[in-house]
């Protein structure tokens, strides 16, 4: 078979990829090696934690805030089945959706293990072993990533964990160890104590979710203290090995010293690692970076032509999000036209409850670039919005240039802030200014009105409800 386009990887960068090629008229090829669309984001990542994330707060809620609203609970329970039960309804339903829209489109779903011959010709090794060969005047590569882990674990038994394990434990541990203080570790970490799990957060960095705005990591870190997770930072891992009945984790902390944790489990959730096991991108012609990521241009194109790279292989935010906007990008680029993204107007979100989003740069980021910027900070509390669903702790903080007063980063924690975020994108995008934000009309009484005031704030100090 002859494709304009082959897509490598089912992924929200590979199907959107190969959606929008069809789109554009292309003949277009999706190749994935399980029977499963949706990648890590529908099948063990996004989709799934997120089911569990909803499912353990309105478990909270009802336990430890419904009383507030005069609302009793009696007889309150865990069914931790049915938990997993409709996460993974939510799972096959999402991914039923990705079928369908192949289907609509015309793209011809491939299921197997893609690997290059050579550029443009592309072998796909199927589930019963048998092999076929289809040619690609194109070729994007959205193989993905994969949890990564520290080379001093001790390998071996069921108590040392990746994010894919953590979303579908048999029980629900009473002891939990997290090693990593960034969004996947106490996204999941927050969904197991909030259903009672004593969870220690081990993180080497002296700030949670470091690479984003410290103001972010220090709230989050606050609250998640006020459901019973404990945070160890500055601690650097020296071992993790599993000893009986239980994992025991070494560290050393800021003074030197070793200390000791115990859990039921540990989860390690240290980032992900590219994914390109089997693809033999050296025989394209394709070239990797010394931390194994595809190295590509400004077209998201590799050295060699017609092979283009997306998503969390080629490095970058980890986010499925990007991934989906490069998709995009790298059919039209293929199509001739020509796309834009604006990286710093990606944003990037936690979901905990209360949310973190964040989009431009961080306060550090521009200390460090020596910019002249100014700041308008407004809390939740005076937010009548947020006092009638008792959700006022929260935050929103706007970076504006000094001079133009043009915003340069938006930064939130709160309810509801990663739907929030998506006006800050907008700004940033249109290169708003701060009084811009604050002249435009937000209906009252939302949440969106603390970003409106902070921006009032950072302009000239104008916040009326302040």
Not at 100 to 110: A, E, I, Q, W
Not at 166 to 186: E, N, Q, S, T
């Amino acid at each position: 078979m002859k494709y304009d386009v082959a897509v490598i990887g089912s992924g929200p960068g590979g199907y959107v990829a190969a959606i929008r090629s069809a789109q554009l008229g292309m003949k277009t090829a999706l190749i994935e090696k399980y029977p499963s669309l949706g990648g890590t984001c529908l099948n063990v990542g996004c989709i799934p934690s997120k089911a569990l994330l909803d499912s353990s707060e309105l478990y909270y809620n009802a336990k430890m805030r419904y009383a507030a609203h005069g609302i009793r609970v009696q007889g309150l329970d865990i069914d931790w089945p049915q938990m997993q039960r409709r996460k993974e309804k939510v799972i096959a339903d999402t991914v039923a959706g990705i079928r369908f829209l192949m289907n609509k489109n015309g793209v011809d779903v491939l299921e197997g293990i893609g690997s290059f011959v050579k550029a443009g010709i592309l072998a796909i090794t199927r589930p019963d072993g048998g092999q076929e060969r289809i040619e690609a005047a194109h070729t994007i590569i959205a193989s993905g990533s994969k949890p990564a882990s520290l080379p001093l674990i001790t390998q071996g038994g069921d108590r040392i964990i990746t994010s894919t394990d953590a979303l579908a434990l048999k029980k629900i541990p009473d002891r939990m160890i997290v090693i990593g203080g960034g969004a996947i570790g106490l996204e999941l970490g927050s969904v197991y104590a909030r259903l009672g799990t004593k969870v220690d957060v081990i993180e080497f960095m002296d700030s949670l979710i470091p690479t984003m705005d410290r103001t972010m990591g220090k709230e989050l870190q606050r609250s998640l203290q006020k459901i019973g997770m404990t945070f160890y930072l500055s601690h650097r891992v020296q071992s993790v090995a599993e000893h009986g009945s239980e994992v025991e984790v070494v560290a050393e902390n800021k003074a030197g010293e070793r200390v000791k944790f115990a859990g039921d489990v540990c989860l390690v959730a240290v980032g992900r690692r590219p994914f390109t096991e089997n693809l033999a991108p050296e025989k394209a012609g394709v070239a990797l970076n010394e931390r194994g990521f595809l190295e590509v241009n400004e077209r998201l194109e590799t050295r060699q032509p017609g092979v283009f790279a997306i998503g969390d292989v080629i490095g970058g935010a980890m986010l499925a999000h990007k991934a989906e906007e490069e998709g995009m990008f790298a059919a039209e680029v293929i199509a001739g036209q020509k796309p834009h993204i604006n990286y710093r107007a990606i944003p990037v979100v936690v979901y905990t409850w209360p949310e973190v989003a964040g989009a431009g740069y961080t306060e550090e980021e521009l200390k460090r670039d020596g910019r002249a910027y100014k700041t308008g900070v407004y809390s939740y509390k005076p937010l009548g919005r947020a006092r009638a669903a008792n959700e006022s702790e929260g935050v929103v903080k706007v970076l504006a240039d000094r001079a133009t007063d043009e915003l340069l980063g938006v930064h939130m924690f709160g309810a509801r802030v990663a739907d929030m975020i998506a006006e800050a994108v907008v700004a940033l995008e249109f290169h708003a200014s701060a009084e811009d934000i604050g002249r435009i009309v937000h209906a009252h009484p939302t949440f969106t009105e603390a970003f409106r005031e902070a921006c009032l704030m950072a302009s000239d100090n104008r916040a009326i409800h302040a």
